[in-house]
């Protein structure tokens, strides 16, 4: 059973910064891509920012100029970089990795909450 760990959220006010990392129980390079995702109260799951084996990385509109998704590979994690943070930003963000050998396998989120 793979697992992925979440780390990182917390409370930032607006402008400021975090940091995400996703740690799979597995080598990164064992999912064709992995990602971001988000979900606010009342809102359905949305994608923030993906990147594939290959190093592809794609965003969402609402996040380009601002996010930035990468590799670590000596960590063995995926990190997402968060500038400029908006109020509309509050969510709690999930890890997503996509296999060949079965469903995609999802962390259980940190809550990222931006308030002054």
């Known amino acids: 059973q793979v697992q992925l760990v979440e780390s990182g959220g917390g409370l930032v006010q607006p402008g400021g910064s975090l940091t995400l990392s996703c740690a799979p129980s597995?080598?990164?390079?064992?999912?064709?891509?992995m990602g971001w995702y988000r979900q606010a109260p009342g809102s359905q799951r949305e994608l923030v920012a993906g990147?594939?084996?290959?190093?592809?990385?794609d965003y969402a509109d609402f996040v380009k100029g601002r996010f930035t998704i990468s590799r670590n590979n000596a960590k063995n994690t995926i990190d997402l970089q968060m500038n400029c943070l908006k109020t509309e930003d509050t969510a709690v963000y999930y890890c997503?990795?996509?296999?060949?050998?079965?469903?995609?396998?999802w962390g259980k989120g940190t809550l990222v909450t931006v308030s002054s």
């Open positions: 990147i594939t084996r290959e190093g592809i990385t």
């Open positions: 597995r080598s990164i390079f064992t999912f064709y891509a």
């Open positions: 997503n990795a996509a296999a060949a050998d079965g469903p995609d396998y």
